[in-house]
């Protein structure tokens, strides 16, 4: 496995599993100069962290991230930035009995099929606690974006057949972060985290799990982000989103709405405003020919339910035996809530990255830096 | 820009502009002993290429490809494996008049942004005709998967609301590479292609443009290809489909269905069918834990409608000003046919360099190699 | 910086500073299948340590090791393996006076002219402390290579003018394992060890320090190892050795030797021994055209001598004054000896990672996996 | 093979054989706006070319380059530039003889035994016309360096025992790039050309042939360069020149004499000139901690002699039996003079690509490019 790695210039390496000693992230590449302290992870950490609301599972995570190099005297120094948190709650004999079989919709069938066997302890590397590697870089990340005026901000869309109301999602600048922060399931909106939470009762009472969708919006981005042509904003954004666990489907502004659309309905049209060139639509969700346009990015990832219910399932074992199987321990019946932060972690890792490519893309743009010397 | 090369071991480089010389792509780590000749890649150039039924640019593309490397005897020699082909059909005067405006739904105003001017003539790097360099590619990808059983094919899902019929769509194993390559539209199905030729015939008198969804569908995969995290087999088909122009989605499996699923319903029962294990559904659509699952993969790519259309469109110049254009020349009305083998080159490019990375994921696998010697 | 991770598929990153919470390694792409505990690492941490005869730094370093992530039940799973070793001996006090100043021959200078500042305690990232995550991620190389025949062994070639005696440098085969490591500056040579010895208590006495040579022998190499043409096995060498912090040359076989020569005498014959083809030479050190070429692979690396001296020395302040300083602390004469291991295990990784790539260069070697499935 | 790309950002791929249809290169990640036309790269192919004085194939080479891509109306527009030459003077027929022996000294059997066959006419992959593609894409990395006052100069340094004279390689600043050109050998000295010329003249009677040393000075740059740890200044220069087919060892300033020296005298002290921090001596090479220090940097490279003799050789065939060949053809008794532009254009190819690279190492520097938009 060698795929632990992304990024070209600011660049992550993740490592760990749910049940060792710990899970990390290196994050190399971040440029010298940036105010960094274990202060700006631990908020990230915490969206990612469960036991908020109802309905993800009470597992006490400590998460205490630990900042192991690269900053000194408050500034990243420009050298490898090793970031670690410690898994404290290392129940693995519970796990022993899933070592023989392979849980529908997980990963147990391929990974003993990849590498002939697999750490069975809670998913092993494939657990969702993975993720934290990438928030606790993407903190990092939207750090630097933010000196740059550049704002990422990720919520739940949707939950099953529950979505977001089409006021806030014909103009998004209308939803704000505290609005996320502010509702159990970071769905920007009251009444829709009401109908959601209701949903998700009714889905947990049947021993089944939920869907849903996260979108992300980025603004004040500089046009011209993303390097043609296999490394695109938008081709980078779906190897990030897609990377993370149960996203089956990815979608830039009116995504797959704009395959049933037309031409002249789909095309924003260029206008200017106070001297500015701006776009009278936003159908592209910010990108053009693989471009940030200068108007927000939008993009949006789809979950499929968690695939550990309580219900009895029927699966093979190792044996090659049919057999049924009751998955015990707690479930969540959505895992979208918790996923938000790290579509937000994920879409920031490939903007600092792609801003800092940008900057070698014209020669003026070099002299700036080397004439001043 | 530095996004022109795709792939870990089985790497391409592409070059070439829509006006320039011509285009090419350089293919290394293709195994040696594969046998190769232009006879193999013609045929998918000849798919991409346009004039086929009434829809697409007459623009006469001879395409001749030409192989200048890598193959000696008919077979591949594992050095790099350069192709070419010159562009033939260079009126780069027809241009001078867009050089000036930025047309809606093009990449002119963020190739501007970014490197300051632009190769205005048919859109430079970004113009459809750079997929060329991914289909010559993805020819040498099909040809080495080929070896080991597995079999790339895509087709036109929808064009506009109008689907491939339920009854395919639930049993993919009907839908043949002969049906594909019969329809106009390498729609597998007379009555879908009919419909769609009527919408198309429609949208074409209104001086507009469709969208649609082509689908891609890869068998004989044997199980764990895909590299655990973000070298993932959804994750890199999503930077692969996201990295060809118009797709604004990609979806795995059920996709955006599966946010409004459940897990019981979402989950696919492991079975066992002749000593093998297998899935009794596929809504994962052939990847678990982003690895290969034994199922088919199925994967789909929504196309944005053609920007280039003939109706009176508004936009901005280069000083600024707000001006009414009308982009001369014939316009395709969709190209989401054409787009067919892009896709299916694409996915190849993806499972040919993911096979290549399993190959070295097991100590007992790598023995079978060198313990021979 | 993004220079901190090196390899293709046997890839490792490391991070950490000399007087940080610690220093760490990933190593990502080891096959799976791999026994790995820490005890394989550990005495490769020995090697490398202080405090062995004479003239190395007392620093009380503890450098207990521990693996964090990638290992199962006593074997590696495929995921990425995370070593760690905690900072102990922190005195970072003691710095403070050199913060100011840039140390002759050392790297605080440039890391201020790159980063605009440094982490100026025991050198930062710059420090030979640094290499400790290399050691332990070539450890781990070497294990791997064992499984396949494969020796690699690294010992003091040459400290100032004293080198070993010509009849081990004319027949290698006679450097064991047993001498490097009785030697204590691991030269195999009882008498070029006295020898040394005495230099460098001249050395020390005169507050001054010596250069040396390290040579790396590996056996066992099956031919064909390496990528043309820019990841040839000799310039894999060539990057791994220089990026050793006071490497300054670097010789394969003859080396510089060889462009005195002539071909008639550098040339190696090829014989037939036993049905095998091998060299009745091996001025080439083992590889031609960057392949190995199934003599033993020979490789050299020249250290400059450690900058930091007792003596006073004049350079220039922040303020751009010329000063003289006095360097405090204690001094090592001669870095040469523990840089021993380090150059052993950057050979072992790039062979590692080579053995991986040359996995996939043939068709035929690739049906071995996969037709047996 | 997926060796044949080079640097991050300033991102070569090479492709071509000996007497294929071609060589090519494809330049991704040149900034856009560079000058650049056929006339800046055709000197330095001129340079490589052979037949200049009498000691090199007067085997006809054309070697039109041909610009495909990357630039439009004279300026690189920031796509890839592709780059080609077609070989024109294909004899395979003279080749056919050598199909089945190995040659001492060449790659035939190490590309036998790495992919199981091999093109062998005239060395195919392994020739020193590869060679040509470095030289094209160098000649751009220079033009670019330029831009920022970096010069970079390359010389025969010694032809077997005879080299270059102290005064000279005391004080580089002596060395023209007139002097150089003007020499039939490149070396910049008309007595040590003389002397030279006479040796090889001794050599060719003797059907032998002679190695040398090829030395490259670079000016003008910035400090900072070089990006640590694995991507420093000299371990990127390490792999560049070692990747160049006769290269057995490369040394960065004092090299291997460093290792016999102190530390007292080869510590380079930090001056102020005329408010510019400097220093009074160069032993370093210009590299301090793998990064630029400011000074010149020095680096040779060491060339084995040419293996191809006209001497009768003992070798084996691919049967396995040992047998006498005498070699056909026109031998060059030395390849040194046409290599160094190479190692030149090597050089360049580096530093452009640290250049890039150096740009994004601090926050206040990235300011400068993004807070003006």
Known sequence: MAGSTFGTLFKITTWGESHGAGLGVVIDGCPAGLSLSKEDIAPYMNRRRPGRGNFTTPRKEDDDVEILSGVFNGLTTGTPIAVMVRNADQHSKDYDKIANYYRPGHADYTFDEKYGFRDYRGGGRSSGRETLS??????VAAKLLKEFGIDVLAYTHSIGNISLPA????????????????????????????????????????LNSAGGIV?????????GLGETVFDK?????????F???????????????SAR???ADNNDAFICENGEIKKSTNHSGGVL???????????????????????????????KEEID????????PIVVSRAVVVVESMTALVLADLLLQNSVSRLDNLKKIYDKK
Request: with cysteine.
């Open 325 to 332: 199987i009751n998955i015990e321990g707690r479930h969540d």
């Open 134 to 139: 990438r928030v606790a870089a993407g903190a």
């Open 289 to 319: 020919g693989g471009m940030s346009d200068g108007s927000p990015l939008i993009v949006r990832a789809a979950f499929k339910p968690t695939p550990s219910i309580a219900l009895t399932q029927s699966t093979v074992n190792k044996d």
């Open 233 to 241: 904003l938008d081709a980078r954004l779906g190897q990030a989103l």
């Open 167 to 206: 006021d806030l999602l014909n103009d998004r600048s209308k939803i704000t972060r505290e609005a996320v922060l502010n509702s159990s399931l970071y769905m920007p909106d009251e009444e829709s985290t009401k109908l959601a939470e209701g949903y998700l009762e009714e889905i947990k009472k049947g």
């Open 261 to 263: 659309s037309t031409g």
């Open 215 to 223: 979108e992300c919006v980025a603004t004040g981005l500089p046009s």
């Open 243 to 257: 990377s993370i666990g149960a996203v089956k489907g990815v979608e830039i502004g009116d995504g797959f709405a």
